[in-house]
């Protein structure tokens, strides 16, 4: 485990130094206190730390106070090493955020032995923070294809349609839905549902850019919101991930199932006045004109001077890319 | 090698702190004598000009250095020196410095006494 030690005397550092090298440290030693937090304030830093109380630049505790005030780091343990052994200094230690303190000279087995309890906090913290990560994915992804839950991509949508409002840059919004799945689910079972499920979802995901979101809409229905994508490129991207699903049959534990799924797509960089809803509306009317249109196709939405809800469904790929 | 409870450089402490470790004493027996005539003669200019905070703060590093080599005489006596800093007394602080040169004297001495067996 790596720990760092600050101190301004040679002594003292090569003590702890080679001290802690023997019981399996990887040790960093500075001889300030700015360096100390510098190395502390690190996302990657030190999360153990051995600081000396009287430091130049920096002293021990205003080094505590200094990690303490950075909310988004992992937890530092510290402990103040002192000659001071005065009850009103100890409190001030403690108090400027300090776990531990040791009285100078130190004996290296009560130093070890303190280490290990800053060792059980750190793990203790980093059980917490994984169950807390755990929680939170559960909270905002879907528990079957593990992508964004419904509430989560709405959000998404919600604000990047404001961004590309403020900033005029072209976003596509996609809403999938896997064909014939009613009938998937009734001839083999909904467990080769889930399965079509989780393997269309990992396919969209597969097919988007890392700053893109996929999530899922409903039961069959996924909502792709492909950011900075203009209208040149977002049929050529929209059958892309058309074809993710369509071109290879789906490994299901029955053998393989071929799927595909139509589209409604609405692109712009014109937004208007309307909301995330009507924008849904349309997209979902585009799906559903898709579908009307003989499904495993792609349907966009009307452009803004247009009076039908739809524009066209695009019967062929090649059609398509020709548009 | 002189091992006995010296209460000038008590070695045997020394040698349990760093878990018998000669040639770690070694090196900072020579840390020690090659960073202490600088943090001395900052203590006797502090001394010399009437700085207190200045005594007070030499002092107290000198006084964990000396702790760190188990050199308890010097550490109790630059402790003596830091506290005179810290209550500003100015008049008892020289006869203290004396004192602490004649026991690092002292004390030096003994390093160069220690020989370890490789």
């Known amino acids: 485990m790596k720990i760092l030690i600050a101190d301004d005397d040679p002594i003292s550092r090569r003590l702890l130094e080679k001290t802690l090298q023997r019981a399996g440290y990887d040790v960093v030693a500075v001889q300030n206190g700015l360096a100390a937090a510098e190395h502390l304030c690190k996302q990657d830093g030190p999360r153990l730390a051995l600081l000396d109380w009287e430091m130049p630049e920096l002293d021990g505790p205003a080094v505590c106070r200094e990690v303490r005030k950075k909310k988004d780091l992992g937890y530092v343990y510290m402990i103040l090493l002192t000659s001071k052994g005065l009850k009103t200094d100890i409190v001030t230690g403690l108090g400027s955020g300090a776990d531990d303190y040791l009285t100078k000279p130190f004996d290296s087995g009560e130093l070890k032995a303190r280490l290990r309890t800053g060792q059980r906090i750190l793990h203790l913290e980093g059980r917490l923070v994984e169950a807390r990560e755990n929680m939170r994915f559960k909270a905002t992804h879907d528990a079957l294809t593990s992508l964004f839950n419904r509430g989560v991509i709405m959000e998404l949508l919600g604000r990047e349609i404001s961004r590309s409002r403020r900033g005029r840059v072209p976003t596509a919004i996609l809403l999938c839905d896997v064909d014939h799945f009613k009938a998937i689910n009734d001839s083999h079972g909904h467990l080769i549902g889930d399965e079509v499920l989780q393997e269309a979802a990992r396919r969209l995901l597969l097919s988007v850019r890392s700053y893109d979101y996929v999530g899922r809409y409903g039961g069959e229905e996924f909502l792709i919101i492909l950011n900075n994508c203009d209208p040149v490129s977002a049929p050529r991207r929209a059958e892309e991930i058309r074809r993710s699903l369509s071109d290879t049959p789906v490994q299901t534990s029955i053998g393989p199932l071929s799927v595909t799924m139509s589209m409604g797509v609405h692109q712009t960089e014109n937004w208007g006045v309307r909301s995330v809803e009507e924008l849904l509306h349309q997209v979902d009317s585009a799906m559903y004109a898709a579908k009307a249109a003989g499904r495993n196709r792609i349907s966009f939405t009307k452009p803004e001077n247009s009076t039908s809800d739809t524009d066209h469904a695009v019967p062929t790929e090649t059609e398509q890319l020709l548009r | ?118």
């Open chain 2, 1 to 118: 090698m002189n091992v006995g409870t010296s209460s000038v450089l008590n070695i045997t402490d020394l040698l349990n702190r760093v878990d018998n470790d000669r040639e770690l004493v070694s090196e900072l027996f020579l840390i020690f004598k090659s960073v202490f005539p600088s943090h001395l003669q900052r203590l006797s200019d502090a001394v010399a000009k009437e700085l207190p905070k200045q005594v007070e703060a030499e002092s107290h590093t000198l006084k964990g250095m000396l702790l760190n080599l188990s050199a308890v005489r010097a550490a109790a006596i630059a402790a003596e020196l830091e506290n005179l800093g810290r209550e500003k007394k100015i008049a008892d602080m020289s006869e203290a410095l004396t004192e602490f040169q004649s026991e690092v004297e002292t004390l030096l001495l003994q390093m160069e006494s220690v020989e370890f067996q490789t």
